[in-house]
């Protein structure tokens, strides 16, 4: 069992930045993809960013490639997603993931723990 809690959320003016983290309690976080996807309403949930757990390969969806970079502390067992350039369309709650397969880190369906979220509100 995996238990993530997100924080870092908050409002924010389009242009400015903003750091996510999440909080993972396993026994071998290095077991597991972790994946920020992040959720507006109305609208599915999106696949953000992911990275590997030992050889932290890096997956970036085509929108934030470039202005969102994530990472994660393996001693901490957190995972951060930095936000640059935000704009108003990225506003939405971001929920952090864990999986433990790396197939597919793009699919929401192939992560097996999710946090509760934290909402993201970009003005402009």
């Known amino acids: 069992q995996v238990h993530l809690v997100e924080s870092g959320g908050g409002l924010v003016q389009a242009g400015g930045s903003l750091r996510l983290s999440c909080a993972a309690s396993?026994?071998?976080?290095?077991?597991?993809?972790m994946g920020w996807f992040r959720q507006a309403p109305g609208k599915e949930r999106e696949f953000v960013a992911a990275i590997s757990g030992k050889h932290s390969r890096i997956y970036y969806s085509d929108s934030v490639k470039g202005r969102f970079t994530i990472s994660r502390d393996n001693v901490e067992s957190t995972v951060y997603l930095q936000m640059s350039s935000l704009k108003p369309e990225d506003t939405a709650v971001y929920h952090c993931?864990?999986?433990?397969?790396?197939?597919?880190?793009?699919?929401?369906?192939?992560?097996?723990?999710w946090g509760q979220g934290t909402q993201v509100t970009v003005t402009v």
């Open positions: 993931a864990a999986a433990f397969s790396e197939v597919l880190v793009l699919n929401p369906g192939r992560y097996d723990y």
């Open positions: 396993a026994r071998t976080f290095t077991d597991y993809v």
